[in-house]
């Protein structure tokens, strides 16, 4: 579990030291429509890509694209060695829930699913280290008409 | 993650997602976020449970109906890790304590390891071991001539991602039987039983002496390691 409460003193430490203040106030998008008419895409900072893409590096805030045809070719190359690697190795859909996307668009709960979906590699960088990828990626989606992003840390 | 949600959310794009740190999120308010408990590598929770999986993304899908933010939920359940008896290892580790070098103990290990990583081929039809373009066999070659002769020139991204891809090798074939597994069991019997994890704590302790090289000593083993771990050689 990730209460810091149950975590041995260094590691709530550790954890703790990752607080970053705010870059400003948080910014906030009205909702324009209902979630069974959004176009949702993934984003995750497991640090995945497919297998032949740059690998991520130290203090690498740059961006891969991932298309739900490359779920079984995606490999992981987070430069950091302190979470579980094993629930990715079994199952992607622990890290980055492309299956469960899909399976909300067929039922009706969600819109559409986008064409591609984005990593990074959340290891410690500063948050302005992200911000040329992140606007990037913010273009790339809107012109995929992408409505929401939902996001997954590791 | 906060930042890429803050981010994105400025360019116009609405955002939601996992937070694992509470802490964290309580102090940079991302837009929308939901809590859970799971352990860190986990975001969905367990794998192959769809059902849980889809229930956490739901929860952090719904976050999007709300009105005024920052919003930061709790999701209400633990990702349970299941008490029934995991498959066993099929491999039974054994370290040499002689003099044998760690390219020959290691390549002595690859050989127990193969026909598991195999049959993990073909019951996950995936593999996530491929950063380098390498064998397995050329990979433990770098693993082991680096641990045998530390103080040699290394490419030590090369060596990093040399280390992750046969990590993943080892995963796999360690899992390679289908059942719950627990990964703090996987992660012990990684590091403290094997030759890899040997040479792994090795290497990492090589490069935690030289101080400009503490860094990269960091990605090499885990926190927990540092502080539990009992076979430092």
Not at chain 2, 87 to 92: A, F, M, Q, R
Request: net charge negative.
């Amino acid at each position: 579990m990730v209460r810091l409460t149950d975590l041995p003193e260094e590691e709530r430490e550790h954890l703790l030291g990752k607080n970053l203040q705010p870059l400003g106030s948080t910014p906030w998008v009205e909702k324009k429509k209902a979630l069974s008419e959004m176009r949702i895409a993934l984003i995750t900072t497991a640090g995945i890509h497919r297998r032949g893409d740059t690998n991520f590096g130290f203090g690498d805030g740059s961006y891969r694209p991932i298309a739900a045809a490359d779920a079984d070719q995606l490999v992981m190359s987070h430069v950091s060695v302190n979470y579980d690697r094993s629930g990715f190795v079994e199952d992607l859909n622990v890290v980055l829930p492309l299956d469960r996307l899909n399976e909300l668009a067929d039922a009706g709960v969600i819109g559409s699913t986008a064409d591609l979906h984005y990593s990074f590699m959340g290891a410690g960088l500063t948050p302005e280290m992200y911000e040329e990828g992140a606007r990037d990626v913010a273009r790339h989606l809107k012109a995929d008409e992408v409505d929401a992003v939902f996001l997954t840390p590791v | 993650m906060c930042a890429i949600a803050y981010y994105l959310e400025d360019e116009g794009i609405m955002t939601t997602g996992i937070a694992l740190v509470r802490e964290n999120a309580e102090v940079f308010l991302p837009p929308r976020l939901l809590w859970v408990s799971f352990p860190l590598g986990r975001p969905m929770g367990n794998p192959n449970d769809p059902e849980f999986q889809t229930r956490v993304l739901k929860a952090g899908l719904e976050l999007l109906s709300a009105e005024a933010g920052p919003v930061l939920e709790d999701f209400p359940e633990d990702a349970e890790v299941a008490d029934t008896t995991p498959p066993v290892c099929p491999v039974s580790f054994s370290r040499s304590t002689d003099t044998e070098s760690w390219v020959g103990q290691l390549h002595r290990e690859l050989e127990l390891l193969k026909p598991w990583y195999e049959l993990s081929l073909s019951r996950r039809a995936r593999t996530t071991v491929g950063l380098l373009n390498e064998s397995i066999e050329a990979l433990i070659e770098t693993i082991g001539n680096a641990a045998d002769d530390p103080d040699q020139p290394t490419d030590l991204m090369y060596l990093k991602s040399a280390i992750e891809d046969t990590k993943a090798y080892y995963l796999e074939a360690m899992t390679a039987q289908p059942g719950e597994y627990n990964f703090v069991h996987l992660q012990q019997q990684l590091w403290d039983d094997t030759v890899l994890g040997s040479a792994m704590r090795h290497l990492a302790a090589h490069f935690q002496r030289i101080e400009k090289l503490q860094v990269f000593a960091r990605v090499l083993e885990p926190r927990q390691a540092l502080v539990t771990g009992t076979r430092h050689d």
